[in-house]
């Protein structure tokens, strides 16, 4: 059987139960398995040795949280990860997450810096990790937003995005044409209806969806290689 693909009111409800009862998984240790297979992804991909300087965009909710993760991961891996965060998180998670990478001495960009020195940044990054906006997205692209994606495009880095590329409808994908256009996707738990139309690298994260969710779901997971986080997807999974 193929591999589900995953509505926004599905991939709410998945969120949901894992996080209720009976799921009895708790925000920060989802956030925590969700941004090291982000980390891992990147990786995986992009070889520290030739593309050590990472961008990592954070978008203000938790798929900005996911993105703070993997910042901290990448900087355990060897990579020198740079935090742009157009519009920072309030929630108390958010802070601790931005604390964490603080005491890796992870540089971050003043939120109240100009979109040159997004630019300048740019220009000093090999890779981009877009984690700006989740399965929770609706269009339009709105401020501080707009003006943020056209420049990672602009850029011609190549772009690693979490769980839907930014800019992108969950369901739609890139209809506005507005999104970004990334190289290698990681969908959580399941991908979402918007990934059909993504054709670069597809990796899936989410080995800690617990069996019985997996089944009344009917989510038809791969396999996880050995003790990795992620695997691959190819179209034939697919």
């Known amino acids: 059987m193929s591999l589900k693909y ?6 709410q409800q998945i969120d949901e139960e894992l996080m209720s009862a009976a799921g009895a998984f708790s925000i920060d240790q989802l956030m925590e ?8 992804t990147l990786a995986r991909v992009y070889d520290r040795q030739k593309y050590p300087r990472v961008l990592v965009c954070c978008g203000p909710g938790n ?22 965060m157009p519009k920072p998180g309030s929630k108390d998670i958010y802070q601790r997450l931005k604390t964490q990478c603080d005491n890796m001495k992870i540089h971050t960009i003043p939120p109240s810096n100009t979109l040159d020195d997004l630019k300048t940044a740019l220009t000093s990054s090999d890779v981009i990790l877009d984690a700006i906006f989740g399965f929770s997205y609706k269009p339009p692209i709105r401020a ?8 990672l495009t602009e850029s011609k880095l190549p772009i690693v995005s979490v769980d839907i590329p930014s800019g992108w409808d969950v369901e739609k994908g890139n209809a506005e044409g507005v999104g970004l256009q990334p190289d290698v996707l990681i969908s959580l738990t399941a991908p979402k ?21 997996e089944e009344k779901f009917a989510l038809n997971l791969p ?5 990795d986080q992620i695997v691959e997807l190819s179209q034939a999974k697919l």
């Open 223 to 227: 396999e996880y290689p050995g003790s």
């Open 33 to 40: 398995l969700a941004g090291l297979a982000c980390a891992q």
């Open 6 to 11: 995953l509505s926004a009111k599905l991939a």
């Open 144 to 151: 501080p937003f707009d003006a943020v994606l056209p420049l």
């Open 193 to 213: 209806e918007g990934a059909r139309q993504f054709t670069g690298r597809h990796f899936l994260g989410g080995r800690f969806v617990p069996k019985m969710l």
């Open 63 to 84: 798929q900005g949280g996911d993105g703070l993760v993997a910042a901290r991961h990448l900087g355990l891996f060897g990579y020198q990860p740079t935090i742009y």
